[in-house]
């Protein structure tokens, strides 16, 4: 069990970690450039010093600014993995695997086959694809016996399938070793992939835990919804009562200016040609823009004061009236806080 | 632009009225290229021209040198001794800067020491100040009336005319050029390597011994082997702390001195047999090091 609880002072802000991972469980901590994902990764491996708490792997205490201890680098057993594979590049690929440790030649063969780089064990690191130094990379800290795995980006400039081939490769090879590991990304598609549960990091603070479905489709503030993809958030206004003590009057009509109201967050990804209202928010605009995006379109719809983003199977009409689905938006108040549940029943703002 | 100006007009192209180049015939050559080759040549021309005027010394002294005088210069009593002294020297002044000035270096790199700018300026002020004045220096920091020469007295050594001053010299004379090449071989050496190799249960100096070192050790020879040349060459600082005993410089300046230029030259080229197959190996090996690294 990774159990780490503390506070790394940077020049712009303070990063405050709080995480728990049990043995064989992946957590993905994901946040855009410069939200401290590294630093908290770095925390852990002891390459930089908290403030203030304390990080316990396995029963042992790492760091505790209380008990003013602090276990090198060396010591941790703490493997980390980076965007640049970081292979040593005067020794050859067998001798980089058993770097950490010695291995014996079937341990080091059957480990090379597992990944993949079988028959580059006399390689040097300068010949190898970046794919192929990723696995042996990852084949080192495993080999190293480490006792957690942090991942800093370790895949960000491949391409998506080997992406993905390797994420996959990973997450086997971590519930196999039943070791808890840490995946820093900013590419949400990399975090569902690889995660069991998501963090959300911005700016230093974690703004919300959990699987990573409900992060995404149940963010706890604009800010998260923000950070997960959602691309606008529409104004709306309540036509029949709702619950909980932050509804909005049924009735109310929200102000154009948007001060003090309810607006609902899209996700491009949660749209829907048509009406449905049985499905969720029903929105009506104009088609301002629309472009091919994957085996679809992305179409930029003006709905009131703002505009939306949908991806959608067809390319909707330009101009005229645009009726487009949002499946069960989330809700936020006014502070951007998301509303419990559905508020009320919504709809959209006229002017 | 005035056509006076133009690259394309220099070439001997034209060029039209907005300044591209004319179209026809071997003026229709694009402008750009034509100067690019031209500058190209003039590039080459002037590259050789550097190189031959900065082998000519050597040139000069392979042409004016006779099998007889060799003979006879080197086959004299003594004649060999400052070459055994320069050998020794220059052996210890490579080990005192590989101790002492390869910690140095890596700290410089790493930035590990307070105010970086304040060492640096103290590893280029020996590189910047002439030999002659260092040695004048010297005398003041390590001469018998100072407080380290007499410190040295108690231990019955001596830093003025003795092997220990002329080692003092040479360590002046080359330590720059070692620890300014060890400090950019180290520098080029990426840091999250070393911290991987913690990473991985090395501690620190097992770290620096296992990757940073055979990283950097092509550079570190580069280094060594430039300081060498310049121990083996000191003569400025050593011709005033350290007139005897001999080395081969002041065996040349010397035999110049009191029989001539003829007798002066054989001299000239034991020094280089002696000074120059270091670093051309070492400059050989690290090429071949630097093409396995890059595969």
């Known amino acids: ?351 | 632009m005035s056509l006076a100006a133009s690259p394309a007009v220099a070439a001997g192209g034209t060029v039209t009225g907005d300044g591209s180049p004319g179209p026809s015939g071997p003026l229709s050559r694009p402008g750009p290229q034509r100067v690019r080759s031209v500058s190209g040549a003039v590039s080459v021309i002037g590259a050789a021209v550097i190189w031959i005027a900065l082998l000519g010394p050597v040139i000069a002294l392979l042409t004016h040198l006779s099998w007889n005088a060799i003979r006879s210069s080197l086959t004299a009593p003594g004649a060999l001794d400052p070459l055994v002294v320069s050998v020794e020297s220059g052996a210890v002044t490579l080990a005192v800067l590989f101790g002492l000035g390869t910690p140095l270096a890596w700290m410089m790199a790493r930035g590990r020491l307070p105010f970086p700018r304040v060492w640096e300026a103290g590893v280029l002020c020996s590189l910047l100040l002439p030999p002659l004045v260092i040695g004048l220096l010297l005398i003041f920091m390590v001469g018998p009336y100072t407080p380290i020469g007499e410190m040295l007295g108690h231990l019955n050594l001596s830093a003025s005319n003795t092997f220990l001053a002329l080692c003092i010299a040479e360590v002046y004379e080359s330590a720059p050029y070692y620890v300014l090449s060890a400090q950019a071989a180290f520098s080029g050496v990426d840091p999250r390597l070393e911290q991987q190799a913690q990473l991985l249960g090395d501690r620190p100096l097992r770290a620096f011994r296992r990757v940073t070192l055979p990283l950097a050790t092509p550079g570190l020879a580069m280094g060594l082997s430039v300081a060498w040349a310049r121990a083996m060459g000191a003569f400025g600082a050593v011709i005033i702390i350290a007139y005897h005993p001999f080395g081969i410089p002041l065996q040349i300046y010397t035999t110049l001195q009191e029989t001539g230029l003829a007798s002066a030259l054989p001299f000239a080229l034991v020094l280089l047999v002696v000074a120059l197959p270091l670093p051309l190996a070492a400059y050989v090996w690290s090429a071949r090091a630097g093409r396995r690294l890059r595969g």
């Open chain 1, 1 to 351: 069990m990774l159990d780490a609880d503390f506070e790394v002072d940077r020049r712009d802000f303070t990063v405050r970690a709080a995480v728990r991972v049990p043995p064989g469980e992946r957590l993905a901590l994901f946040g855009p450039s410069g939200a401290g994902k590294t630093t908290l990764l770095e925390a852990i491996a002891g390459l930089v010093t908290p403030r203030r708490g304390r990080i316990v792997l396995g029963g042992r205490v790492l760091t505790s600014t209380e008990l003013r201890q602090a276990v090198p680098p060396w010591q941790r057993r703490v493997g980390l993995l980076r965007q640049n594979p970081g292979l040593f590049p005067h020794l050859s690929v067998r001798a980089n695997l058993s770097y950490g440790r010695p291995a014996t030649e079937p341990e080091l063969t059957e480990l090379a086959e597992l990944l993949g780089v079988g028959d580059l064990l006399t390689v040097m690191p300068a010949r190898l694809s970046g794919g192929q130094a990723h696995r042996v990379a990852l084949g080192r800290l495993l080999l190293a016996h480490c006792d957690a795995l942090l991942l800093d980006e370790p895949f960000t400039g491949l391409d998506a399938s080997l992406r993905r081939a390797l994420t996959n490769l990973v997450v086997s090879l971590v519930v196999a070793r039943d070791v808890p590991a840490v995946l820093v990304t900013h590419e949400l598609a990399d975090a569902q992939a690889f995660a069991d549960r998501l963090a959300i990091l911005d700016r230093g603070q974690m703004l919300q835990v959990g699987p990573p479905g409900e992060v995404v489709l149940r963010p706890v503030s604009q800010r998260v919804a923000e950070l997960v993809g959602y691309l606008g958030f529409v104004p709306v206004q309540c036509v029949s009562p709702g619950a909980g003590p932050t509804s909005p009057v049924p009735g109310d009509t929200v102000p154009g200016d948007t001060a003090g109201a309810v607006t609902a967050g899209i996700h491009p990804e949660r749209t829907l040609a048509g009406a449905h209202p049985g499905r969720g928010l029903v929105l009506t605009g104009a088609v301002t823009a629309s472009r091919p995006a994957g085996a679809g379109w992305e179409a930029d719809v003006r709905v009131a004061e703002t505009v939306i983003t949908c991806r959608l199977p067809d390319q909707p009409p330009a101009g005229g009236e645009f009726v487009v689905t949002v499946l069960d938006p989330p809700y936020f108040g006014p502070d951007g806080a998301a509303l419990p549940a559905e508020p009320c029943r919504p709809e959209q703002v006229r002017q």
